[in-house]
T-cell receptor, first 115, second 109 residues
Framework: ETGVTQTPRHLVMGMTNKKSLKCEQH?????MYWYKQSAKKPLELMFV???????ENNSVPSRFSPECPNSSHLFLHLHTLQPEDSALYLC??????????????FGPGTRLLVL | RKEVEQDPGPFNVPEGATVAFNCTYS??????FFWYRQDCRKEPKLLMS???SGNEDGRFTAQLNRASQYISLLIRDSKLSDSATYLC??????????FGKGTKLSVKP
């Protein structure tokens, strides 16, 4: 186990629903990330938080809303999603941002299906 | 041009074979590189970092050629348990990780 947990592991939602994905890291890291992995596409970075402050937002639609209440927890709030948002959503953490040797540790992901 | 490009495979090899994956990156300012492994329906896990001088970890050897912007991963004596998708990763100029689509490896008995 990597020390990064995500819930739920699977989620099916309709386009009008509101749901939240939760990530928790037990590694004492300062940086946390949300990625999206769609079929036959590389992992896409969505959001980056460092010490609970958002440091990057890669032009993600506003129907995805992140929240980082403390350095151990990260949420992704979802509302009025589209079927093309169906994907594996991965949370990751690293000790700090942006040093050459910094590696990221991933959670198991939430597999989301939007109907 | 894609930022990190890999041959998607699949590579189908017998047990015991040696297999090599290649990867190219477009940002010459990238300073660090990694190989991650992702099993089917699981999260990516760090396999090894890639250093300028090349590095080896057991049956795995990673090499970096900065002049050609090229990274490789060599797996010797393939095991059934090596079957997975191997993700080539470069660190972008803003410190973010940029992933390739991955190369799928299937090791057969």
């Amino acid at each position: 186990e990597t020390g990064v947990t995500q819930t739920p592991r699977h989620l099916v939602m309709g386009m009008t629903n509101k749901k939240s994905l939760k990530c928790e890291q037990h590694l004492g890291h300062n940086a946390m990330y949300w990625y999206k992995q769609s079929a036959k596409k590389p992992l896409e970075l969505m959001f980056v938080y460092s010490l609970e402050e958002r440091v990057e937002n890669n032009s993600v639609p506003s129907r995805f809303s992140p929240e980082c209440p403390n350095s151990s927890h990260l949420f992704l709030h979802l509302h009025t999603l589209q079927p093309e948002d169906s994907a594996l959503y991965l949370c990751a953490s690293s000790q700090d941002l942006s040093t050459d040797e910094e590696t990221q540790y991933f959670g198991p992901g939430t597999r989301l299906l939007v109907l | 041009r894609k930022e990190v490009e890999q041959d998607p495979g699949p590579f189908n090899v017998p047990e015991g074979a040696t297999v090599a994956f290649n990867c190219t990156y477009s940002n010459s300012a990238s300073q660090s590189f990694f190989w991650y492994r992702q099993d089917c329906r699981k999260e990516p896990k760090l396999l090894m970092s890639v250093y300028s001088s090349g590095n080896e970890d057991g049956r795995f050897t990673a090499q970096l050629n900065r002049a050609s912007q090229y990274i490789s991963l060599l797996i010797r004596d393939s095991k059934l348990s090596d079957s997975a998708t191997y993700l080539c990763v470069a660190r972008g100029s803003q410190g973010n990780l940029i992933f390739g689509k991955g190369t799928k490896l299937s090791v057969k008995p």
